[in-house]
């Protein structure tokens, strides 16, 4: 029996691929370019896109559960639906899809709409198959390291509604066990959802505050400036994906990303460790 990964190359996909590999699992992974492709030893992989039929039946042969992650690209949502049909066809019944927190609220960004048609198709299909929703990646703020140790500004226009940032270790962590559970079950689960959240809700002022205690100076929160944000985006990466993302972080002005009540006990329950912090990201980061 096999899981397949996909988005494998990436920094979630791989870390799913390094959790599974350390349970014991059979994992193949889907890649475009082999070349780039780093994994543990034993792990099966096969070149592929998800836009290219052929490609995936001849990936989906023989697997029994599939990890579909998809990037955030202009044709994300076709290449989920491709994906989830061909396996289908190729009868593969545990599906574990990561999605978003909120793709339901956040209707006008382009990437949270997709990933809620995607729900939608695997909930009226009746797909054996868990979502995944996560909050805001901690890891996102990598980018802005400089910034924030130059400038003393924490620049990302997150607002002061809150929202529960999430280790990309933890989703990976996540992502692993419930594969192994469906994989494992001697017939298909239903289908499940699970929100994936950080142990705190943080508003802009809230992690500047951190900054501030981590490198012992302040470290100020400017505002909201989503334009800017925009602005600053679009020098390295596509217009369509900085006004996506400028549509994002609108939202979470107007909505934020709230745990439901109970989220961050049934994942520390599942991970039987507590949750990694933004606090402890900040603090690692400043050392580096």
Known sequence: MTILVTGATGT??????????????NVRALVRDPSKANFPAGVEVVQGDLLDVDSLRSAFSGVSTLFLLNAVVADEYTQALIALNVAREAGIERIVYLSVIHSDRYVNVPHFA?????????EQMGLHATILSPAYFIS???TIKDVVTGYGIYPMPIGSKGLAMVDTHDIAE?????LIRREQSAAPLPF??????GPDTLTGADVAA????VLGRPIAYPGDDTAGFEKNLRQFMPSWMAFDMRLMSERFLTEGMVPEAGDVERLTSLLERPLRTYRDF???LALA
């Open 210 to 213: 951190i900054w501030t205690h």
């Open 140 to 142: 996102n703020d990598l």
């Open 114 to 122: 997709g990933k809620y048609g995607v729900e939608r198709m695997i």
């Open 174 to 178: 996540v992502a692993a066990i419930e």
């Open 12 to 25: 979630v996909g791989g870390q799913v691929i390094e959790q599974l590999t350390k349970r014991g699992a």
């Open 282 to 284: 900040a603090s690692g």
């Open 192 to 197: 499940d959802r699970i929100n994936v959240v």
